[in-house]
T-cell receptor, first 113, second 114 residues
Framework: GEDVEQSLFLSVREGDSSVINCTYT??????LYWYKQEPGAGLQLLTYIFSNMDMKQDQRLTVLLNKKDKHLSLRIADTQTGDSAIYFCAESGVETGANNLFFGTGTRLTVIP | KAGVTQTPRYLIKTRGQQVTLSCSPI?????VSWYQQTPGQGLQFLFEYFSETQRNKGNFPGRFSGRQFSNSRSEMNVSTLELGDSALYLC?????????????FGPGTRLTVL
């Protein structure tokens, strides 16, 4: 079955870059996502990448995918206090034919002013 | 365009009772998925509905069920509640079925079972 792993905590200083890492096991995973969850809120889709891509950039966010190592990372440039939240990576596969996502445990990002 | 709405936002029930949660997807979205989020198990997929049919189901007991109406609104029901059912229940909507479709999540319903 699918297994998605993330480190639990990350602390960075305001203005620095944050890098959140994720590993997954399902080689058939086709889409990989990053979601953000703020306290008491649902999940906000930040970005996603198709497995035939190596990199995707969207403003302050950069996603890197190493398909060989099944490693996904999210880099947040110029991290702000408003970026403090839990970040989830998730995967889905076309083969499942459905929208079910498999989520990692989440990484709690704390931005120190 | 309004986002995904879930009602109620908070709910307190006692063991043995049953509960119904509601989700209204984004207008035009036909796929609705449900997830359970707990501190111990994290985010787990419950089921997905598309065009009023359950398309996929996660590994949850039969006490968890759902349905979708012709206007794409969805409800999930949990019968014979257990303490372990206390969780944040999240609903997500997407335009179509299938991997790669952006899923937009609602704020969730926080269920507490006493």
């Amino acid at each position: 079955g699918e297994d998605v792993e993330q480190s639990l905590f990350l602390s960075v200083r305001e203005g620095d870059s944050s890098v959140i890492n994720c590993t997954y096991t399902d080689s058939s995973s086709t889409y990989l996502y990053w979601y953000k969850q703020e306290p008491g809120a649902g999940l906000q889709l930040l970005t996603y990448i198709f497995s035939n891509m190596d990199m995707k950039q969207d403003q302050r966010l950069t996603v890197l995918l190493n398909k060989k190592d099944k490693h996904l990372s999210l880099r947040i440039a110029d991290t702000q206090t408003g970026d403090s939240a839990i970040y989830f990576c998730a995967e889905s596969g076309v083969e499942t034919g459905a929208n079910n996502l498999f989520f990692g445990t989440g990484t709690r990002l704390t931005v120190i002013p | 365009k309004a986002g995904v709405t879930q009602t109620p936002r908070y709910l307190i029930k006692t063991r043995g009772q049953q509960v119904t949660l509601s989700c209204s997807p984004i207008s035009g979205h036909r796929s609705v998925s449900w997830y359970q989020q707990t501190p111990g198990q994290g985010l787990q997929f419950l089921f997905e509905y598309f065009s009023e049919t359950q398309r996929n189901k996660g590994n949850f007991p039969g006490r968890f069920s759902g349905r979708q109406f012709s206007n794409s609104r969805s409800e999930m029901n949990v019968s014979t509640l257990e303490l372990g059912d206390s969780a944040l229940y999240l609903c997500a909507s997407s335009l179509r079925q299938g991997g790669g479709n952006e899923q937009f999540f609602g704020p969730g319903t926080r269920l507490t079972v006493l």
